[in-house]
């Protein structure tokens, strides 16, 4: 039972398939060439910068017919815009793929502004939009390339290289050379000076130490005129003198 229903099922569809018509193929097949009757469709090539600052738009197309040169005269079906519909551009097509056709002059300011073709045949419209993006500018290596490559023709490609770095070297800084005589200390007047400056540097302030000393040499000065001046016992000099140094003594314990 499962068998013949399986067989009746693929006898069926066996039968749908042979009855569908062969016409009923899509027309757009890209196996199929089509020596007339097709479309043509507009592409844009890139752009170029002129000298004065202004650029060209460089537009072509794609007949899709391998044998018919369909016309389509410039109007309603062969038409730019924005502006004039008629921007030179051809109203007989060639065969296939023509590439560099024409030309288009827009100003310097033309910026993101976009220049669109219109081509419309047989009932299909396809459209062709001209900018300025970085990616579409044309150079003689790229129009070469499309043109069959740069063993076909006279251009030649600059030769590839691997990027490299390089390393610029600090400026060497000059030395100040003095200058003859050297540099003078200039002296500050008497009224600027500090009370604890003598003659150009400044004196620090007495600390313990300083007081010590001072306070030594005034006994030294009392010994001396004990020695001039006094009763001349040898005792009383050595009595001053080491009282002297128990003042250091204290000082620095």
């Known amino acids: 039972m499962h068998a013949r229903a399986v067989w009746g099922l693929g006898t069926a569809l066996v039968m749908i398939l042979s009855t569908r018509p062969y ?81 288009i002059k827009v100003p310097a300011d033309f910026g993101r502004k976009e220049l669109v073709w219109t081509l419309t045949r047989n009932g299909k419209t396809e459209k062709a939009y001209g900018t300025l993006l970085m990616v579409e500018e044309l150079t003689p290596v790229v129009i070469s390339e499309n043109r069959g490559g740069l063993g076909n023709d006279s251009v030649t490609a600059k030769p590839n290289q691997p990027p490299t770095i390089a390393a610029s070297a600090w400026p060497r800084q000059r030395r100040r050379q003095s200058q003859p005589g050297g540099c003078r200390r200039r002296r500050a007047p008497d009224n600027a000076r500090s009370p604890h400056q003598s003659g150009d540097r400044q004196a620090k302030p007495p600390g313990p130490r300083g007081h010590l000393d001072a306070l030594a040499r005034t006994r030294q000065a009392d010994v001396r005129s004990d020695d001039h001046g006094g009763d001349g016992r040898e005792g009383d000099d050595t009595r001053h003198i080491q009282g002297a140094g128990d003042v250091r003594g204290q000082g620095v314990r």
């Open 23 to 103: 016409a009923q193929l899509p027309s757009d097949v890209g196996q199929i060439h089509h020596n007339s009757g097709d479309n043509v469709a507009p592409v844009f090539e890139g752009w170029e910068k002129n000298p004065d600052g202004t650029f060209n738009l460089v537009f072509g197309y794609l007949n899709r017919n391998y044998q018919e040169e369909p016309e389509i005269p410039v109007g309603p079906n062969n038409s730019f815009s924005p502006g004039p519909a008629d921007q030179g551009q051809p109203a007989h097509f060639y065969p296939r793929r023509q590439q560099f056709m024409f030309k």
